[in-house]
């Protein structure tokens, strides 16, 4: 069992940045985050292996960026050029393969994005 604690959510005006970040209680071999919009399903928005190779929503590439520190057990998100769309609560989660199955999740951190 992975525990996951999430930081770093808010309200950003869009163009603007936040940094989200994510505690695993373990080392674990994919971390990432998903989002979850009202009314719409949650949605992977990228992903990080601990040998470094990542993937990502194709609505976020060029804007976000995810990283890992495995000493400390930590990922974070790096939300550039936000837009209201990209408002939504933001899921931390941890898995054991890149398949993505049987995920660990975090609480949730709201991200809202608007003027």
């Known amino acids: 069992q992975v525990q996951l604690v999430e930081s770093g959510g808010g309200l950003v005006q869009p163009g603007g940045s936040l940094r989200l970040s994510c505690a695993a209680s373990?080392?674990?071999?994919?971390m990432g985050w998903y989002h979850q919009a009202p009314g719409k399903e949650r949605e992977l928005v990228a992903a990080?292996?601990?040998?470094?190779?990542?993937r990502y929503a194709d609505s976020v590439k060029g804007r976000f960026t995810v990283s890992r520190d495995n000493a400390k057990n930590l990922v974070y998100l790096q939300m550039n050029s936000l837009k209201p769309e990209d408002t939504a609560v933001y899921y931390c989660?941890?898995?054991?393969?890149?398949?993505?199955?049987?995920?660990?999740w975090g609480q949730g951190t709201q991200v809202t994005v608007s003027s």
């Open positions: 989660f941890a898995a054991t393969n890149w398949a993505l199955l049987g995920k660990y």
């Open positions: 373990g080392s674990i071999f994919t």
């Open positions: 990080i292996r601990s040998d470094g190779v990542t």
